[in-house]
């Protein structure tokens, strides 16, 4: 696993490694504007993630995600806030992106135990 010490340096690494298109949370889909591309839940796997915490404020966090699908053929970064600013979607997109944040493949400190 990766560590980044910036989010800059996690969606360059990403960038390099094909994850090309700029993805954002549109209500209950992702979505690819710039190919006006909408993914339902089941459409997309989250390959990986990365925390960050803002500097001067705990609160002030994002996660990036390095999303692909193989029913539209892409790869994508998407930039989500948690915290105070987070995204609280009761949608399945939602419920998937929670779930990548506090399964087994978190990075860095947040590693459960066994």
Known sequence: ????ETLVDATNDLTKRGYDANLSLEG???????QDIHMAADD?????FYRFEGQSNPD?????YGISSAK???KGILVNAYGTY????SSAIGAKLHHG???QNLHGSD????
């Open 1 to 4: 696993m990766k560590n980044f």
């Open 28 to 34: 209950d889909t992702v979505d690819d504007k710039a």
């Open 44 to 48: 997309f796997e989250i390959d990986e």
């Open 60 to 64: 002030d966090a994002a996660i990036v």
């Open 72 to 74: 539209y053929n892409l």
């Open 86 to 89: 987070a995204n609280d979607s």
């Open 101 to 103: 944040q506090v399964s």
């Open 111 to 114: 590693r459960p135990t066994e």
